[in-house]
């Protein structure tokens, strides 16, 4: 599922050829990926509409319009937003929407297992309460600090507090696992319970775990490509996500799974602590 590294990478690709540009026209394929409005209201909000920005926030990209609306996907598991060109169109047996451009651009959702979703927010208040979403760990304002008051007095496991979109935005399993392999913490241990010391080394190894996915364009394991359909590399540094039974690359262990709150939970239970 893509992640903050995944998504970013999507928005780098797609933001400097979409901005500025004015959508043509919408089609949509599967009603059940639009969200909080119909087809053909969605259509008729979007077209004519110019793209001032593409952000992102957590998982989502956020398309902010020249109306003060913005057009919200999430590609949940294994959506994608591939740019093609509009004349001809080439459709996949996935697409799901068709934006087309003034420009002759086109950007094709396409969504395998259709958990994605595109929603329309008349503005920022209806978005941000929509998707009621925490701090964003790449932000500044991430600190061990802020991540220290999100842990205190939380006796739930450290890992499902960092997989909870309203604390912390745009972790996921892979790099969940990943910054709790490298600041040495199980992922069971009870969020409240960590020391200042273990909460500064997370806090650290969050940022850089997501830093370093970002330079290598993101984790591809199965569909995830960016928006011109190139995978990510960072699928080869992953250092225990995915290894199990395979040598823990810091002591040499057999790196273990468990299944914690209905996920897999890869760890060295020999140097995480
Ligand atoms: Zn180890």
């Not at 093609?84 to 959702?109: C, M, N, Q, Y």
């Not at 830093?211 to 359909?229: C, F, I, N, P, S």
């Amino acid at each position: 599922m893509p992640e903050l590294p995944e998504v970013e990478t999507v928005r780098r690709s797609l933001a400097p050829r979409l901005t500025g540009d004015v959508i043509a026209s919408v089609e949509v394929f599967f009603d059940g990926c639009v969200e909080g409005s119909t087809p053909e209201e969605l259509a008729w909000r979007l077209e004519g509409r110019r793209i001032l920005e593409l952000v992102r926030r957590g998982k989502y990209l956020v398309f902010q319009l020249d109306d003060g609306a913005s057009l919200v996907i999430h590609l949940r598991m294994t959506g994608r937003l591939i740019l093609i060109p509009a004349d001809p169109v080439e459709l996949h047996p996935h697409t799901r929407v068709l934006f087309r451009f003034r420009s002759g651009k086109a950007l094709r959702f396409d969504d395998q297992r259709k958990f994605g979703r595109v929603m329309w927010f008349r503005n920022s208040t209806s978005l941000k309460r929509r998707l009621a979403l925490g701090v964003e760990p790449l932000d500044p304002a991430f600190t061990a600090a802020r991540l220290g008051a999100l842990v205190k007095g939380r006796k739930r496991p450290i890992k499902s507090l960092l997989l909870d979109q309203k604390l912390i935005a745009g972790l996921g399993n892979i790099y969940a696992d990943e910054a709790l392999f490298r600041a040495r913490l199980l992922p069971w241990r009870p969020a409240g319970e960590l020391s200042w010391q273990e909460v500064e080394a997370l806090c650290a190894a969050i940022r850089d775990v997501l830093a370093e996915g970002l330079k290598y364009k993101g984790t591809t394991l199965r569909d995830y490509v960016d928006g011109d359909g190139r995978t990510g590399m960072f699928q080869e540094r992953l250092q225990v996500y995915g290894r199990e039974g395979e040598p823990c690359p810091r002591c040499g262990g057999a790196v273990a799974r468990v299944v914690l709150g209905g996920r897999s939970s890869f760890h060295c239970p020999r140097c995480q602590v």
